[in-house]
Nanobody, 120 residues
């Protein structure tokens, strides 16, 4: 039974930091591409960071240099360290598992329930 459970969200002042966690169960986290995606009120979901199976990381321009994605293979947990938070970072943050079946068949197959981050 695959499950992703996020935690670590909360209310933080501008310039502050938070670390989000995404505990995975039912599969080995390091065997999949994993993503952090956020959705602000009234806006579409926005990809913000990913970590591929070899450990290669990528970031959206909006968070580059401020956010760091990582994983702990022993704990089977994904993290997002967020520094220098801004009001525009306020959103519901999700972790998601990505499946690349082929170049024409790729999708997110599992999502967590989300954790709210409010910067104010």
């Amino acid at each position: 039974h695959v499950q992703l459970v996020e935690s670590g969200g909360g209310l933080v002042q501008p310039g502050g930091s938070l670390t989000l966690s995404c505990a995975a169960s039912g599969f080995t986290l390091s065997s999949y591409w994993m993503y952090w995606v956020r959705q602000a009120p009234g806006k579409e979901r926005e990809w913000i960071s990913s970590i591929l199976t070899p450990g290669t990381t990528s970031y959206a321009d909006s968070v580059k240099g401020r956010f760091t994605i990582s994983r702990d293979n022993a704990k089977n947990t994904l993290y997002l360290q967020m520094n220098s938070l801004k009001s525009e970072d306020t959103a519901l943050y999700y972790c998601a598992r990505f499946r690349l079946v082929s170049t024409s068949n790729q999708f997110f197959d599992y999502w967590g329930q989300g954790t709210q981050v409010t910067v104010s």
